[in-house]
């Protein structure tokens, strides 16, 4: 008898450089076992080194792939990424909306700027994600960047990054997850996740001499396929959390660049952690209610 897969989607733009967008968050899927389908938002052409190019697939096609895919394949869970403009922000919207109750974890990656410095949503367009989007959202997963334009303030400190993730959720009403692997002067990747129950410090050691792209897809990719799994929110979140820390830890060469390996996990597990490999830790933020 075949094996059942979980089934996820990923709602985002192609990378054509296969480190970033649908290329990392379908690898991701397939590494956790889980049977990955894609809606995609653009076309880029771009590699590690940059985005030269965008070109925006027309909304009525982004919603007729996700229908495409609910009335089949129904997945487990969602993400999202790349959405570029405002139009295909509303097409997203407009369609988990009418779900209502019958909606699957949707996980919102507010993909803005990639790591090059490119913009990858039109201004115009934070508007949308933050009126329509965010409300529909289980969880929302931005870097430091992004979170300090969700909340408008200036974050320095991992206090800052607790305060950020609570005015999140009461503002939208969605679990936070605020990454802060750009802080200055730490020696551990943190990340605080805050559901209005739960809080979480997430930490691991940062991999020195090792540039990647494409991490925020990958995380985002891995917490909606632990999700499609069937664990609940805090714990996709850990484990994901581990996912991304052993991608980056083993990661791997591909021309002049690091690229993430997203199968390190398995490989990781079959050593049975003999090679004394990095892992993440997660506990209860101090002075968490």
């Known amino acids: 008898?075949?094996?059942?897969?979980?089934?996820?989607?990923?709602?985002?733009?192609?990378?054509?450089?296969?480190?970033?967008?649908?290329?990392?968050?379908?690898?991701?899927?397939?590494?956790?076992?889980v049977h990955g389908t894609s809606a995609i938002t653009c076309l880029t052409a771009q590699t590690p080194r940059g985005v030269t190019a965008i070109q925006a697939a027309r909304p009525a096609i982004v919603r007729a792939q996700i229908e495409a895919v609910f009335a089949e394949l129904r997945p487990a869970a969602v993400k999202t990424g790349m959405l570029f403009d405002t139009a295909t922000i509303r097409a997203v919207a407009d369609y988990f909306g009418q779900l209502r109750g019958r909606r699957p974890p949707l996980i919102v990656d507010p993909v803005m700027v990639a790591t090059s410095g490119a913009r990858l949503l039109r201004p115009a367009a934070v508007r949308a994600l933050l009126s329509d989007l965010l409300p529909l959202a289980t969880l929302v997963t931005p870097n430091l960047d992004e979170a300090e334009i969700l909340v408008g303030t200036k974050l320095t400190s991992v206090q800052d990054l607790r305060a950020a993730a609570r005015t999140i959720h009461r503002r939208f009403g969605c679990a936070a997850l605020v990454k802060g692997g750009h802080l200055r002067g730490l020696r551990d990747a943190v990340d605080i996740f805050f559901d209005g129950k739960s809080e979480l410090l997430l930490s691991a050691p940062f991999v020195r001499g090792v540039s990647t792209h494409g991490t925020g897809c990958t995380y985002s990719a891995a917490i909606a396929a632990h999700c499609a799994h069937g664990h609940d929110l805090p714990r996709a979140v850990q484990l994901a959390k581990d996912f991304i820390t052993q991608a980056i830890t083993h990661s791997h060469r591909a021309g002049k660049h690091s690229v993430l390996n997203p199968f390190a996990g398995m490989q990781h597990l079959s050593r049975n952690r003999a090679d004394g490999a990095v892992g993440s830790r997660a506990k209860a933020a101090k002075g968490a209610k």
Not at 7 to 14: K, R
């Open 1 to 33: 008898m075949p094996r059942s897969l979980p089934i996820a989607l990923a709602i985002a733009g192609s990378d054509s450089g296969g480190g970033a967008g649908i290329q990392a968050d379908l690898k991701t899927f397939a590494a956790l076992g």
